[in-house]
């Protein structure tokens, strides 16, 4: 059985900075490439960033290019998304999940691309 937990969400202030974890059981992260979505509070799920297998391309949407960073740990079955310079309008629940791919592209953040299993999320709260 397939399995993500997302943790290392919390309430940070604007400005500060969050890593947020991605284990998985039930499936070898490093053979799919791996994206990280969010949804705010009355708003769509929308992409933040991919990784591609094997260190491939890297993908991030706009809002968060040159704040966000996302990594693999193969060794820990981990996938982390480090998250600075945070501002109030990301907060959101984080989600992560598996592309059914090696790699993250042409349309990284097509959830139709994604297998069907999703972790609960973990909450970012950004605010003073």
């Known amino acids: 059985q397939v399995q993500f937990v997302e943790s290392g969400g919390g309430l940070v202030q604007p400005g500060g900075s969050l890593r947020l974890s991605c284990a998985a059981s039930?499936?070898?992260?490093?053979?799919?490439?791996i994206g990280w979505f969010r949804q705010a509070p009355g708003k769509e799920r929308e992409g933040v960033a991919c990784?591609?297998?094997?260190?491939?391309?890297?993908y991030y949407a706009d809002a968060v290019k040159g704040r966000f960073t996302t990594s693999r740990d193969n060794a820990k079955n981990t996938v982390y998304l480090q998250m600075n310079s945070l501002k109030p309008e990301d907060t959101a629940v984080y989600y992560c999940?598996?592309?059914?791919?090696?790699?993250?592209?042409?349309?990284?953040?097509?959830?139709?691309?994604?297998?069907?299993?999703w972790g609960q999320g973990t909450l970012v709260t950004v605010s003073s």
């Open positions: 999940a598996a592309v059914g791919s090696t790699w993250c592209g042409p349309y990284p953040f097509q959830v139709e691309r994604y297998l069907e299993d």
């Open positions: 039930g499936i070898t992260l490093d053979y799919y490439a």
């Open positions: 990784i591609s297998s094997s260190d491939g391309p890297t």
